[in-house]
């Protein structure tokens, strides 16, 4: 593990690439052990334990894709004229047969009668008063009609464990009769954020301060994983104080987050501790906004110590903490989408560190492009504010001129 130095070169030969950072920080965060049983309409964003089986075939009866009528195929040619014995409608099936020459009205949904195997879309039919029907187009085979188990087979495995639970899963569970499922327990973060300087939202300002917005960030952030979550609140910039913190963060944490104090200042206490008292981790990443990023365990607790600048915190939230809260929670941390982009004006940057500039994404003639939210410094939050997107320029690069095309990482694959 390499010490921290004050070198401010671009390329530093201790600081790991983002890549084996995030080697590293995978490698260490294992799934929590628990579970518990959940009603699925609390169940969105969970992580199954287990995997869910159909229980049900879905449809569990052959039933119609369309408002029309239902007839035998061998009467299913235009100009037929065929007698109309009855209505199948959602929820009440007809329970007679159909013969040859007759047919039924079916509504979408309706079980199918015996002796239908085809729907005539209403659109391709007319019905007299009396009950006679006459076909305006020849009728296929199977048309319009939806095959008993063609969604889902009984005994299928529809979801695997480990899968973050979306909309469209519950609604499968819901479409199975599945009322509960098993998920992982919610792995817990323990936050903080650290400075003298800081002050909670609803106090003045006093000479010298600044508001907390970290722990706000952070909050909002853990809001859209499937942990629990505690805010110890601002700690001060004293040994004490911050040793004081990481212990009770310690004792029930699966995880601890915290901002600021890890860089090599006097009173960077955070990454000090972590050197002295928890297990290893301090390291510069080869990043921009973001090193230094301290890493390691306090007592049973995974510890991430992410930078206090705003925009580095976020940053590397969404290149770390983000994976690690995944992978805790039972899920799979699978990279981020990522895109291509034409750039619509230059951007500066040295050799040596991958940049994540903060960008507007938008599509343009059928294609994406981006531009710069402006002004890049770790400390303009607004830049993460305005931005959809990071730029990611490698760490080789040298700037990228307008009209490049450029990786894109869309927020919405990183928070
Ligand atoms: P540090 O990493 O503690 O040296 O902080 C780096 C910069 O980020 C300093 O300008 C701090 O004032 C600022 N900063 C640290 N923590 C926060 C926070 N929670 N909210 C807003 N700014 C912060
Ligand atoms: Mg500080």
Redesign the pocket.
Known sequence: MSTATTCLDESDPNALTVEQALERVLAESEPVSGTETLAIAGALDRVLAEPVAARIDVPPARNSAMDGYGLRAGDGRAGSRLRRVGVSAAGHPWQGAVGPGECVRILTGAVVPEGVDTVVMQEHASESDGGGVTLERDASPGANIRERGEDTRAGTVILDAGRRLTAADIGLLASQGIPEVLAVRRPRVVFF???D??VPVGQPLGPGQ?H????YTLAALLTRYPVEFVDLGVIADTEEAVRAALAQAGATADLILT?????V?DA?FVSQLLQREGQVGFWKVAMKPGRPLAFGRFGRALFLGL????VSAMATFSLFVRPALLRLSGAAADPPWTLRARLLEDLRKRPGRADYQRGILEQRDGGWVVRSTGGQGS?QLRSMSLANAYIRLPAESAGASAGEEVEVIPFQSVF
């Open positions: 954020t650290t400075g300087e800081l600044i907390d917005s970290n722990r901002t600021g104090g890890v860089s200042g960077d930078p206090g600048n705003p400390h």
